[in-house]
């Protein structure tokens, strides 16, 4: 059953409506988020639901209750809200700007009872930022100030909070942060949370259900592993190059173009960024052979001019095989990414092989090259072994 709904919800500006139809919603303790392309209508959404902005038709709903009856007080007792708007109150302690979210149930003075304190250290601990209570909220960094606004959002004990693109303006690891808190706020305290984000593998790691916008209606809604897939993020955020890989979380650019110069023999996530150099230095490549579900094999779809793979859980066919080694011999060079050889991986051993036998340059990225190889140059770094590469195989011919 859903805790948090919309029905038929329109929202814009002006009496226009921007999105219309829109009926989403998450039970208690889970967290919605709404994904898509800049200016689609994800803030929007979310300041109609906080009644920031007028909404145009339909219905809010928390418990069954309507938001529409509800006034003021009553409504911050049941939505706390973390918007993008940057807010900078020079003069004001965190302890003061975390207290500002008991305004629900202070008196007309808004003097704060033992309880109310109690409640404001409580939910500054939970996001870790007691530590930070009597400094100036304006001294703070970005991370810190987000962690102090959240803190005020939980001291109005809500049934609801909602964020607008909350890790707009976090590094890494305070986004990292940010989001555990979130989690576990979820979890523990049965906080159900709507939220936006720009950062599409943040979503499908914390959210039970991904609403996508675009357009005048939601795209799609529904649990991120359902929902989500490569096609679909191409018609979302309408992309032509390049790719967004779902199940790594990572933004591949375009391979360079042209006919293949260098061969690759990858293999347990080494070949990945041989890949990404050469893509660089705009190097056209072969990759091989790959094995599906390698990391190798994710990223050389995208970049490699030519990939040669197996077909799962089976070594690869001899025509595949037959294939690579005739890509092998017509490489101006071979680049050994330096995975480890074994009875799972020996035809990579074989590609290595014919690359001598051949005459054709190999580069290895090892202390020492393989058994029963023989000229072959090692290299201690991805950097040096691409530099090496392009002198062999630069991106534009000499003339």
Known sequence: MMYFETKDLSVGYNGRPLIEHIDIGIHKGGILC????????????????????????????????????????EM????????????DPELLTCWEVVSAGRYPYTNHFGRLSEEDEAV???????????????????????????????????????????????????????????????????????????LSLHEVDLAVKLADVVVLVKGSAIFRCGAPEDVLDEETLRTLYDIHDGTFDLLLGSVELCGAAGESRVFVVPGAGRGAPCFRSLQKRGIPFSAGILQPGDVDSAVARTLAARTFESEPFSP???QVIKSALAAVRTAR??????????????????????????????????????????????????????DAAAELCPAREKK
């Open 34 to 73: 709404l994904i898509g392309p800049n200016g689609s209508g994800k803030s929007t959404i979310l300041r109609s639901i906080t009644r920031h902005l007028a909404k145009l038709g339909g219905v809010v709903t928390i418990d069954g209750k309507d938001l529409s009856g509800m006034n003021n007080r």
């Open 76 to 87: 911050a007792k049941q939505v706390s809200v973390v918007l993008t708007d940057r807010v």
């Open 120 to 194: 404001v250290a409580q939910s500054m601990e939970q996001v870790n930022a007691l530590e930070l209570r009597d400094r100036r909220f304006s001294q703070l960094s970005d991370g810190q100030k987000q962690r102090i606004l959240l803190a005020r959002a939980l001291c109005q004990q809500p049934e609801v909070m909602v964020l607008d693109e909350p890790t707009s303006y976090l590094d890494i690891r305070h986004k990292i942060e940010l989001l555990s808190i979130l989690r576990e706020l979820a979890v523990k305290r049965q906080l159900s949370v709507v």
């Open 316 to 318: 690869p066919s001899g």
């Open 333 to 386: 060079c071979v680049v050994d990414a330096g995975s480890p050889l074994g009875p799972y991986n020996r035809e990579n051993l074989t590609l290595l092989q014919e690359a001598d036998k051949a005459g054709v340059p190999a580069l290895c990225l090892r202390a020492k090259p393989p058994e029963g190889l023989g000229a072959v140059r090692c290299f201690d770094t991805v950097r040096e072994l691409m």
